[in-house]
């Protein structure tokens, strides 16, 4: 079982819709990120979390920690946001983090 | 700042052969790690460095080799290369690996073995 479980694998959703996208991670942490990679291939950070909630423009990502859950979600879909999203946790000492397999998600105008 | 930058973009190899990838960040960072990306999975960890002088193996390191002379640079080396290195290579560097730092990606490396 892989320690950061994404899902969905795929996501196809209409210009406008609310999008979610879930992470669960089975390793204690000390933060989890989402990451943006775009067709080109470039990974960019778009969150990092410990506890609670974070908003940026139409993205919002929310924790629990106890649930060992997290979830991105994309408010007014745009094809521009036509991407691969990852969550990835950091726990271990050597700060290195530990990716899911993304989930790639298509917005359709 | 350029941030963090890789060279080559692009690259074929041939079974045996061997090369270095090439990895630069210019922000002081103290970490620099090296990831793969394989079709449908997630990064890999091969190798990382805390600072010049200092690396170790992350969970893939079979088959290469890394050095850290400078906290700008950590080159990733190929010896031999073999048909199950064909990955996307993904280097990236934070200024700590403690708590609330965060990773920063350069653009990738396509490299394929054939």
């Known amino acids: ?109 | 700042n350029a941030g963090v930058t890789q060279t080559p973009k692009f690259r074929i190899l041939k079974i045996g052969q061997s090369m270095t990838l090439q990895c630069t960040q210019d922000m002081n960072h103290n970490y620099m790690y090296w990831y793969r990306q394989d079709p449908g999975m997630g990064l890999k960890l091969i190798y990382y460095s805390v600072g010049a002088g200092i690396t170790d193996k992350g969970e893939v390191p079979n088959g290469y080799n890394v050095s850290r002379s400078t906290t700008e640079d950590f080159p990733l080396r190929l010896e031999l290369a073999a048909p199950s290195q064909t990955s996307v290579y993904f280097c990236a560097s934070s200024y700590s690996g403690q708590g609330w730092y965060e990773q920063y990606f350069g653009p990738g490396t396509r490299l394929t073995v054939t």
């Open chain 1, 1 to 109: 079982k892989n320690e950061v479980e994404q899902s969905p694998q795929n996501l196809t959703a209409q210009e406008g819709e609310f999008i979610t996208i879930n992470c669960s991670y089975s390793v204690g942490i000390s933060a989890l990120h989402w990451l943006q990679q775009h067709p080109g291939g470039g990974i960019v950070s778009l969150f990092m979390l410990s506890s609670g909630k974070k908003k940026h423009g139409r993205l919002i990502a929310t924790i629990n920690i106890q649930e060992k859950h997290s979830s991105l979600h994309i408010t007014a879909s745009h094809p521009r946001d036509s991407a691969v999203y990852i969550c990835a946790v950091r726990g271990g000492s050597q700060g290195n983090l530990i990716f899911g397999k993304g989930t790639k998600l298509s917005v359709k105008p």
